[in-house]
């Protein structure tokens, strides 16, 4: 009798984790949640947006909110929260200085947009770039508009919560990390990130 007691709260628990396994992508955590790490999650889910997308970057900020409308809101949270991390990690003054060469001048919310385009190429390419940022040298940046992926994460969560985000802002208040560059200093620039400042004839652009 003891034998069949326990043999039912066993298969209680199985049938348990394995509805927990498989429950549904819209309304619960996806099941890949128990395979990958946040990180992983959210790298995979930009590289999906941005295969569909066919290097569109306006339909890949469309796909990318479609993909995270399919998961949780708690994904959501979490991948706002990376996603505001990795923005942070690209505040480097050595980058802002790329961005600059690149448009020929750039403000702080075209910095911001600009981090936000570097997150959408990938892992890969993003953590090479902040590596290095005269590797942009090898990309093909053919527009300033880069406004959108930033807020994807927002307008997918509002679709299925009707609520903003929760507020979290990881995002330093201060300076970019590393150290500060003069504009108006073309041989700094031209130093500092000399293959950028040649492709893109940085002399006639200041």
Known sequence: MQYKYWLIILFGVIIYFVKRYYKDE???????????????????????????????????????????????????????????????????????????????????????DFRSWLIGQGETVFESVVKNPDSLNNLNIGTDDWEGLLYSANQAYRELTEQDLPPYNILRNGEPAGDKWDEENTEQLKAMLPQLYLKYNGESKF
């Open 26 to 112: 819209r309304y619960g955590t996806p099941s890949e949640d128990y395979k990958h790490s946040v990180e992983q999650l959210f790298w995979n889910k930009i590289e999906k947006a941005r295969n569909l997308a066919s290097d569109n970057y306006e339909i890949q900020c469309q796909k990318l909110i479609t993909l995270l409308e399919a998961e949780s809101p708690e994904f959501i949270i979490q991948f706002d929260k990376t996603f505001k991390a990795k923005m942070e990690k690209a505040y480097t003054w050595k980058l802002w200085a790329a961005i600059y060469i690149i448009n020929g001048g750039c403000s702080d919310d075209c910095f911001c």
